[in-house]
């Protein structure tokens, strides 16, 4: 698990998130979240849940990650996202040693969210 604090420029990656999560309430169950550039295709396809969980806003699951993320601009107490990679689902980690798994996950966020 990694705990990564982040300083938001803005609140627009909340509202997509918020956006989503609606959809995902209203039809009772996850939805479709696209993390990346669009135009090149580069990036995570997860899918949002309908609900929060431990004092987060959005949880975001996928076959390699999940992501649970905080409503919150600024660092605060709790890690703006809680990152899982998972071991089992792609075997990801089996066939990467976790450290380059690790680094580059931080790599793809830094690039993401402007950390």
Known sequence: MLAIDVTWEDASFF???QCQKAIAQEEEKETAVFLGDR???EGLLLAIKPYGGKGYEWIL???DYT?????WLEPKTRPSIMAQIHSGRSGLLVR???LTVC????AFLAQRFRQ
Do not use: M
């Not at 992501?67 to 409503?71: A, Q, V």
């Not at 680094?103 to 931080?106: G, I, R």
């Open 15 to 17: 509202e997509y998130l």
């Open 39 to 41: 135009e090149s295709g």
């Open 61 to 63: 699951q996928g076959h």
């Open 67 to 71: 992501l649970i993320i905080g409503n």
């Open 96 to 98: 990467k040693q976790p």
């Open 103 to 106: 680094f580059a996950f931080s």
